[in-house]
């Protein structure tokens, strides 16, 4: 069964940092465009940054710079290091995935539950 977990979520002062991760089951991982979107009180569902099944990375550009998105394709893991964190980085953090189901490029997507991430002035 398709899975991605989130962890690494929690509180840290502004100027911190924190490592989230994303852990894929059921097959979805190879060769999928992984992302990380958030999500604020009262706001859309928003992207922060992707990386492809090649290795192209995209960024807000909110966070270009400071963040870092990874993918390590041994262990079917995708990371987001956050670095300089400002309290308007506090949000829900989401794992995406778009796994290419078709050869004619239809794609499924698949998202974890959430990892909340706060950060105090």
């Known amino acids: 069964q398709a899975q991605l977990v989130e962890s690494g979520g929690g509180s840290v002062q502004a100027g911190g940092s924190l490592l989230l991760s994303c852990a894929t089951s059921g097959n979805i991982f190879s060769g999928s465009t992984m992302g990380w979107y958030r999500q604020a009180p009262g706001n859309d569902r928003d992207m922060v940054a992707t990386?492809?099944?090649?290795?192209?990375?995209s960024y807000a550009a909110s966070v270009k710079g400071r963040f870092t998105i990874s993918r390590d394709n041994a262990k079917n893991m995708v990371y987001l290091q956050m670095n300089s964190l400002k309290p308007e980085d506090t949000a829900v953090y989401y794992c995406k995935a778009d796994r290419i189901v078709t050869v004619g490029g239809a794609v499924r997507t698949y998202w974890g539950q959430g990892t909340q991430v706060t950060v105090s002035s």
């Open positions: 990386v492809t099944g090649g290795g192209t990375t």
